[in-house]
């Protein structure tokens, strides 16, 4: 977890409201992923950012979701309007330098009601 | 297309025994295989892989795994289990399509470890 920055931890909103997630790779990465992870299940890849750009955002259901890293550094998921399908854990990650494995951020927790 | 499986939704062992959670592979080229953990309310974190070299890879708490090219196989091992290796445990495969360096998850195995 060290080195990846996610906030809220939690939350909690009703369904067709808007919400946003923060991420931010504190030691400076040009690639950063976010991930949505089910209950009971594994992260599957939502986007994957080179810099400032979208490189895969195939995953992205982009009818409500949208995301931005305008400065290359730090990005934000948002979903609006949330659905109750949306309840599930957001989780950033970066690439660990010269290596294969990502480093990944606590998660945000969202319940939608 | 890539994939990695495991079998097993929830694993029991007694402390002290050893342990094993299975995960096996499906890939295209030589596969980059990991191991991550995932503790309550946390985010995940890495603890083995395997890129090329040793079949038996050695990770962070005492964890080992075994690639097995002709099984398919990345078993993660632990020759004596804790209490508190009570956890989930994913097993992942590095995307070598289009999507290159994104991590394909297996479902989970929840370990359970009892005193």
């Known amino acids: 977890e060290a080195g990846v920055v996610q906030s809220p931890r939690y939350k909690i909103i009703e369904k067709k409201q808007p919400v946003a997630f923060w991420c931010n790779p504190i030691?400076?990465?040009?690639?950063l992923y976010w991930y949505l992870q089910n209950l009971g299940q594994g992260p599957e890849l939502l986007i994957r950012?080179?810099?400032?750009?979208?490189?895969?955002d195939s995953q992205l259901p982009k009818d409500r979701f949208s995301a931005e890293r305008l400065k290359g550094v730090d990005s934000t998921l948002k979903i609006q309007p949330a659905e109750l399908g949306d309840s599930a854990v957001y989780l950033c990650?970066?690439?660990?330098?010269?290596?294969?494995?990502?480093?990944f951020g606590p998660g945000t927790r969202l319940t939608v009601t | 297309a890539q994939s990695v499986a495991q079998p097993e939704d929830q694993v029991n062992v007694a402390e002290g025994n050893p342990l094993t959670v299975k995960c096996t592979y499906s890939?295209?080229?030589?596969?980059?295989l990991f191991w991550y953990v995932q503790y309550p309310n946390r985010g995940l974190q890495f603890l083995l892989k395997?890129?090329?070299?040793?079949?038996l890879v050695k990770g962070s708490y005492g964890f080992e795994a075994e690639f097995n090219k002709s099984q398919t196989s990345f078993h993660l091992k632990k020759p004596s289990a804790l209490v508190s290796d009570s956890a989930l445990y994913f097993c992942?495969?590095?995307?070598?399509?289009?999507?290159?360096?994104?991590?394909?998850f297996g479902k989970g195995t929840k370990l359970s470890v009892k005193p």
């Open positions: 992942a495969v590095r995307d070598q399509g289009g999507s290159q360096g994104n991590l394909i």
């Open positions: 890939v295209s080229g030589n596969p980059y």
């Open positions: 395997y890129i090329t070299g040793d079949n």
């Open positions: 950012y080179e810099n400032e750009e979208a490189v895969d």
């Open positions: 990650a970066v690439p660990r330098e010269g290596s294969y494995e990502q480093y």
């Open positions: 030691s400076g990465h040009n690639t």
